[in-house]
């Protein structure tokens, strides 16, 4: 299933987004380094001919000096994509791209798009039959039936690597794991429940194919296709031997008569196909899957008028018990792969399923709980684990690897799988699921947060992302042709964006006295404070901030950050006793470093140098990392001597007198900071590893550091945030794209980002 919900998008936003900088979503990237003529040389010509010949001596070695362990194809020829049906191969591309992405953001995988121009199923088997000796696994995805099942079986036949049409066991599984858990509520057995199939495509058979092989009798599931029920003898209808496996031993024709009495209803058919009255016929406690996409057989709130007692699950992410597909792909394949399975068989299926229903009835972490808004605990509306579940890594792959050992189709076993848990926790890195996990808090928790510089287009399509993703209320401050900015963008709708001008605000007499009572005794006239209010976008935004008119603001587009910042402050103090300062986040695939104060401190002291060690391992704390803070320096604890190095050395005694819970340590230069063997020259320093937060010990080195980063490095970079104010209000850069802002308006309102406290981590 898709994730389809509520989260709305102009035509012109999507284009912009797969066409934006480099066009698609994904690139080939060296691990290795590719810098001198001697890299190349290995890498290539002559030295790539020693894994050569190591390979034509032993297949397996492949494993280990190519990418093929860890390389999955997804397969397509455009015949069924999503729900729009047979648009061609090239047309598939970018859902095929982003299934790449998925694998590689959920599970570490690497995976490549493949589109094959053909609907024949013997070519499609025959070329990717070729393609073993260059993938580890191979995912078949939106082709469509019966060819599906043809390609698949041959496939399965032919190679001796992993090969799964998603479409139908990504689903089966999902929902397998769902109704585990619902029939674990109900206190039936699966072997003596009654279960009715509505739909006879590509997943419905696999559902059925899956639950019967988890113990459900053949003759206790009655099938249903747009003729009625599948029954033996059946000839009319568009009959195949796919649908004839199923067919059962009844007298009941319609889907109305296969329902009296069921335990269970599967749809994976079409809106609105499960009718109140055919729901009222189901036994005592039914379970329902409403898989139809993208609107289900029923909706929630309609099954449960009916029958209070249901336990229903669909594939929408706006109720609950989502049937998401991306719970099980990513996390099948990592397991596979792991052990080299010649196959992912039924046995791994149904352990992913065992795996995902265990960790359904499992306590919810804390971090996932605040993203959705609620605690989530097991029960008749958490049959499913959330698709953002941290834990989904570690414990599916673990449960998929120990079911191909033991079915005997891994030729790589895993010999503890204590270290094989730990290396799946650390392949990816935890900013990424808290950044994920941030943006559903905000949906769960919706903001105002104003944009000052409403009139620029970069901001307004960042309003419009921020709306139509449904993380809160964007309040624009500009002049009144804003709303034909907005339709010029796609906004159907301009007016119903709530808009501020500060000309003719009715605000601007209550603003006037609160920024007068403020600055009166700073030598400002009252006329000086009507002037700032009326022609200055971030005095206006930031004196609505203080007025409470909204939660967070953002700004900085049009206006260097040093001026920007004069200006806020003029209005916002930071909190008492405390430091104001900016972060820089630097993401990698595996790592992110916290570097600080990049943006307001020229010459820190002592204090205000723990002070922002402190406050820095907060917020890295809070995106999921365990902080190991160093303060930099040119000089490796006093070697050399320098003039300028009293104040580092003071902040570790100032943090040794606070005695704070998180490593510290310094002064010390970048490599050491950063680099285990550098490190191990002093084995008195107290990290543990590698710093993550790097404290810098002046404005100069640090905001010169952060910009050649996000120029040279090849790391995503967050921020600067806007650490230490009373009021939350972030800075971004000039050169911010609409995404970018739309993230720091996410963590800025606090989503995903709060401590036991409930302190938001950039107050």
């Not at 899957?289 to 009916?306: G, H, L």
């Amino acid at each position: 299933m898709t994730d389809e919900s509520n989260i709305q998008f102009s035509e012109r936003e999507a284009l912009l987004f797969h066409s934006e900088g480099r066009p698609g979503k994904i690139e080939i990237i060296a691990s290795k380094p590719m810098a001198t003529q001697r890299d190349l040389a290995l890498a290539y010509s002559p030295g790539v001919a020693v894994p050569v010949r190591a390979i034509h001596e032993n297949p397996a070695a492949a494993y280990e000096y190519t990418a093929k362990g860890n390389l999955v194809a997804v397969i397509s020829n455009g015949t069924a994509i999503l729900g729009m049906g047979n648009l061609g191969a090239l047309a598939s591309k970018p859902v095929m791209e982003g299934k790449a992405v998925l694998f590689k953001r959920f599970a570490d995988v690497d995976a490549i798009d493949i589109e094959l121009a053909t609907e024949d199923p013997d070519a499609i088997i025959n070329a990717v039959a070729l393609m073993e000796p260059s993938f580890g696994g191979i995912n078949l995805e939106d082709i469509k039936a019966p060819e599906c099942f043809i390609i698949e079986q041959a496939l399965k036949e032919r190679m001796k690597i992993p090969v799964m049409h998603d479409d139908q066991h990504g689903t089966a599984i999902i929902a397998a794991a769902g109704l585990i858990n619902a029939l674990f509520l109900t206190g039936r057995n699966i072997k003596d429940i009654r279960v009715v199939m509505n739909g006879a495509g590509a997943a419905a058979i696999a559902c059925a194919e899956l639950i019967k092989a988890m113990g459900l009798p053949h003759d206790q599931l009655i099938m249903c296709d747009k003729s009625g029920v599948i029954y033996q003898g059946r000839e009319h209808g568009d009959m195949n031997q796919w649908k004839s496996a199923h067919a059962a031993k009844t007298d009941r024709r319609t889907l109305e008569e296969a329902l009296d009495g069921a335990d269970v209803f599967m749809g994976l058919s079409a809106k609105g196909a499960l009718a109140p009255e055919y729901l009222m016929k189901m036994a005592a406690k039914p379970i329902v899957f409403a898989m139809a996409n993208p609107d289900p057989e029923i909706t929630p709130p309609d099954a449960k008028r009916v029958r209070p007692d249901v336990i229903i699950a669909t594939g929408r992410s706006d109720y609950p018990n989502q049937v998401n597909n991306v719970l099980g792909f990513p996390f099948i394949f990592r397991g596979a792969l792991d052990v080299r399975a010649t196959a992912i068989n039924n046995e791994m299926k149904v352990a992913a399923a065992n795996a995902l229903a265990e960790l359904a009835r499992q306590q919810v972490p804390e971090e996932v709980a605040v993203a959705y808004g609620v605690r989530h605990s097991f029960g008749v509306d958490y049959i499913i684990p959330a698709p953002f579940d941290p834990r989904l890594m570690e414990i599916v792959p673990v449960a998929v690897a120990q079911a191909a050992m033991d079915s005997g189709v891994a030729t790589k076993p895993i010999l503890d799988m204590e270290a094989y848990r730990q290396s799946l926790r650390a392949r990816l890195n935890p900013t990424t699921s808290v950044l994920t996990l941030a943006y559903e808090s905000a949906r769960a928790n919706p903001k105002r947060v104003l944009f000052a510089e409403g009139e620029e287009e970069v901001v307004l399509r960042a309003a419009i992302e921020f709306k139509a993703g449904g993380y809160g209320t964007p309040v624009l401050v500009g002049r009144d042709d804003v709303y034909d900015r907005l339709r010029a963008l796609g906004v159907t709708d301009p007016e119903t964006y709530e808009l501020h001008n500060s000309r003719k605000s009715p605000l601007v007499p209550k603003m006037v006295e609160f920024l007068y009572e403020r600055l009166k005794r700073r030598g400002y006239l009252l006329r000086d404070c009507e002037r700032m209010i009326n022609q200055d976008r971030n005095i206006f935004g930031a004196v609505m901030l203080q007025l409470g008119e909204a939660d967070v603001m953002i700004t900085g587009i049009t206006r260097p950050y040093a001026q920007t910042m004069r200006e806020v402050r003029r209005v916002i103090d930071p909190i008492k006793g405390r430091t104001a300062f900016g972060v820089h986040v630097m993401v990698g695939a595996k790592h992110t470093v916290f570097m600080a104060d990049t943006t307001i401190n020229e010459r820190p002291t002592a204090e205000e140098l723990a002070d922002i060690a402190e406050q820095t391992a907060l917020v890295a704390k809070r995106m999921g990392h365990e902080p190991r803070v160093a303060f930099l320096s040119y000089s490796n604890f006093g070697n050399p001597e320098g003039r300028w190095l009293e104040n580092i050395r003071n902040a570790v005694c100032v943090l040794n007198d606070r005695h704070v819970s998180f490593e510290y340590e310094g002064e010390m230069a970048p490599d050491v900071a950063l680099n285990p063997r550098q490190l191990a020259n002093y084995p008195f320093a107290r990290l543990s590893g590698p710093a993550n937060v790097l404290i810098m010990p002046g404005l100069q080195s640090a905001n010169i550091s952060a910009k050649l980063l996000r120029e040279l490095g090849g790391d995503a970079v967050i921020g600067p945030m806007l650490v230490g104010m009373e009021k939350s209000v972030q800075i971004a850069p000039m050169t911010s794209t609409a995404s970018e802002l739309v993230t720091l308006a996410v963590l800025a309102a606090g989503g995903g980002l709060r401590g036991r406290s409930g302190a938001a981590a950039f107050s």
